[in-house]
């Protein structure tokens, strides 16, 4: 069975920084794509980008320029860095990965910004 797996959460002041991490129980370049999504209280998960088996990384519109999300094949691991946080930021963050026509999702981590 395919597990996702985040970490990184938590409570971040405005301006600050945060590195999330999904860690999969497969290979990740067995993966057609993983990416990132944030699901805001009382709204439906929303694309925050995704990165292609060859690397490439796609971002939605509203995040260019302080989302950033790489990779390292050897921990099976893809990151998400964040920089200049703002309150709007605050969210649940979800790794999703699609293998073989499947679609994975992790559990989730919480990010809260706030001073």
């Known amino acids: 069975q395919v597990q996702l797996v985040e970490s990184g959460g938590g409570l971040v002041q405005p301006g600050g920084s945060l590195r999330l991490s999904c860690a999969a129980s497969?290979?990740?370049?067995?993966?057609?794509?993983m990416g990132w999504y944030r699901q805001f209280p009382g709204k439906q998960r929303e694309l925050v980008g995704s990165?292609?088996?060859?690397?490439?990384?796609n971002y939605a519109d509203t995040v260019k320029g302080r989302f950033t999300i790489s990779r390292d094949g050897a921990k099976n691991t893809v990151y998400l860095e964040i920089v200049s946080l703002k309150p709007e930021d605050t969210a649940v963050y979800y790794c999703?990965?699609?293998?073989?026509?499947?679609?994975?999702w992790g559990q989730g981590t919480q990010v809260t910004v706030s001073s």
């Open positions: 999703n990965g699609i293998r073989f026509g499947n679609t994975y």
């Open positions: 497969r290979n990740i370049f067995s993966f057609n794509s």
């Open positions: 990165l292609t088996p060859t690397g490439s990384a």
